[in-house]
């Protein structure tokens, strides 16, 4: 289905049932959160957009930018969600490189294209200027049928070069969210927790569009706090909530007195990055909830791979493939890797992205041969499980041996003391390359550095665990690891670390 008639579908079935709830507006319902949207889209329209058109939204996680988002596509346009942290510089490169019709914000920023319209949510709240529009919402066109239309715009976070413009069609949605709510048995009666970032494509997916198009309700929190988190999900009391290891890591490292009222949620979900098996263990222990670790990229509009609720869940895995899609291994030719051997994950299925907007080779490279190459390195067990062991671009050569990063830091993070772990390579003119890890440690760090004796504990336990040639050479202790927008470890960043003299 085209979900563009899903809040029109949702208020005449149930117009009183409850449908996101936000600080800002508390719960709208069905009809409320239909009427708003028609409110929005006679706006849009008004301010020039049409069918085929990119509307830009840079709002942190309200109510407003997902009625902006179904308004859009009410129109027969496309959204393009932008990270309200970005630099005047950095949004005008993504409106520019979408050319976006329009973009609704907060308050309207300096330095935008010259072919985009600033729209302020005063602008839209205001009630006389909607003397000057249409009022009928017959008058508005029907919502558009066509799968193929374009629906959603992302841009990958930009960590090895300039951002590029995943496009999202209308079909990879539907295909998305049907197996979402199939993958995690959504029904009526579910209600997200959204805490990831709605510019993001997993906040979008996940935690609003597939619960709504069960019946279910989200309720929207802003930026994610550790310490007020488990308050806002009591006050809430969501069956589900999707997060990021790093967020499952701040809430284990909570004061032992901690103790929250969990009993609403039947799961909850893991993505972006692995997860060390040991983590899972500690939050599931601790807080009493299933956790579900799955794994997706943009480019395949989420989610690809899951553990499943029902049946055998394999901590250190990602899971079984999602349905609809084939998640293989290939090797450096292209042939499938059937032995369990390391190869390049490679995805197919019909949520694979129709490309990247305006980058015809970029987009033949990463779909090359009908499915997406992904970058990561992997393999699948005997039971088809998929365990991711890298990047591509992340494996170190030292001395000509391949050493994969994520297994050092499965092994870092098991030591008491390591909250994150990291591991890039840093060059040598003899190995080529050599393992440096970065460390956050469990106990609040006032000042650096650390004592050397705590160091050489934590280097001594990864020698105990780890042959000589993927021991770092060097253990670095930071008070928290630095992350990218969607709460991955930034390793670009670290990189630049390590080829930093500190003097």
């Known amino acids: 289905m085209n979900l563009s008639c899903l809040p029109a579908v949702r208020r005449e079935q149930a117009p009183n049932a409850p449908a996101l709830t ?20 006679r706006h849009l329209a008004h301010r020039g957009v049409r069918p085929g058109d990119i509307v830009a939204v840079k709002l942190t996680n309200r109510v407003e930018l997902v009625a902006t988002l179904f308004a859009a596509w009410r129109l027969g346009a496309a959204l393009t969600p932008v990270n309200p942290a970005l630099t005047a510089t950095e949004t005008a490169y993504q409106l520019d490189d979408c050319r976006a019709r329009v973009v609704v914000t907060e308050e309207a920023p300096d330095g935008l294209p010259a072919a985009t319209t600033p729209i302020t949510l005063a602008e839209l709240a205001e009630p006389t200027e909607l003397t000057a529009l249409t009022t009928d919402v017959d008058s508005l066109p029907e ?82 706090s550790a310490k007020g988190f488990f308050g806002a999900l009591e006050r809430a009391r ?7 290891p790093a967020i499952y890591a701040m809430l284990a490292d909570l004061p032992p007195e901690v103790r929250p009222d969990t009993s609403s949620l039947r799961f909850a979900v893991c ?31 989420c989610a690809s791979t899951s553990n499943p609720l029902d049946g055998p869940r394999k901590p250190g895995t990602v899971g079984l493939p999602l349905p609809g899609q084939t998640v ?24 694979l992205m129709h490309g990247y907007l305006g980058r015809p080779e970029e987009t033949a490279k990463a779909l090359r041969g009908g499915r997406l190459h992904t ?22 050569i030292r001395g000509g041996e391949n050493v994969y990063p994520k297994e050092i830091e499965t092994v870092l993070h098991g030591h008491p003391a390591v909250r994150e772990a990291a591991v890039v390579g840093r060059p040598d003119p003899v190995l080529g390359e050599v393992p440096v890890a ?38 670095l202790v930071l008070p928290e690891l630095p992350r990218n927008p969607v709460g991955k470890t930034d390793k670009p960043a670290l990189r630049r670390r390590v080829l930093t003299p500190t003097g």
């Open 328 to 351: 293989s291994v290939v090797d450096e030719r292209g042939r499938t890797v059937t032995d369990g051997g390391i190869g390049e994950v490679v995805i197919a299925g019909p949520t």
């Open 22 to 41: 936000d600080d800002a507006h508390g719960t709208l319902s069905n009809a409320g959160f239909a009427d708003l949207i028609d409110r929005y889209a």
């Open 438 to 475: 970065f460390v956050a440690l469990r106990d609040a760090i006032d000042e650096l550095p650390v004592e050397q004796a705590e160091i050489a504990e934590i280097s001594a336990f990864a020698a105990e665990h780890l042959a000589p040639y993927k021991c770092p050479v060097e253990i």
């Open 143 to 224: 919502p558009p049928a066509d799968g193929d239309a374009l629906a959603l715009v992302i841009y990958t976070s930009g960590t090895t070069g300039r951002p590029k413009g995943v496009e999202l069609l209308h079909r990879n949605i539907d295909a998305m969210t049907e197996a979402m709510i199939e993958t995690m048995r959504l029904t009526p009666a579910d209600h997200s927790l959204l805490i990831l970032p709605l510019f993001h494509v997993n906040g979008i997916v996940v935690s609003v569009l597939s619960p709504l198009r069960a019946g279910g309700q989200a309720t929207l929190v802003g930026r994610f």
């Open 375 to 396: 970058g990561d390195l992997g393999r699948l067990d005997e039971d088809g499980y998929l365990v991711l062991v890298d990047r591509v671009k992340d494996m170190i």
């Open 238 to 244: 969501p069956t589900f909530f999707s997060g990021v």
């Open 271 to 301: 993505g972006a990055a692995p997860m060390p098996p040991g983590l899972i263990a500690a939050v599931e222990q601790r807080f009493g909830f299933r956790l579900v670790e799955g794994y997706g990229l943009s480019e395949a509009t």
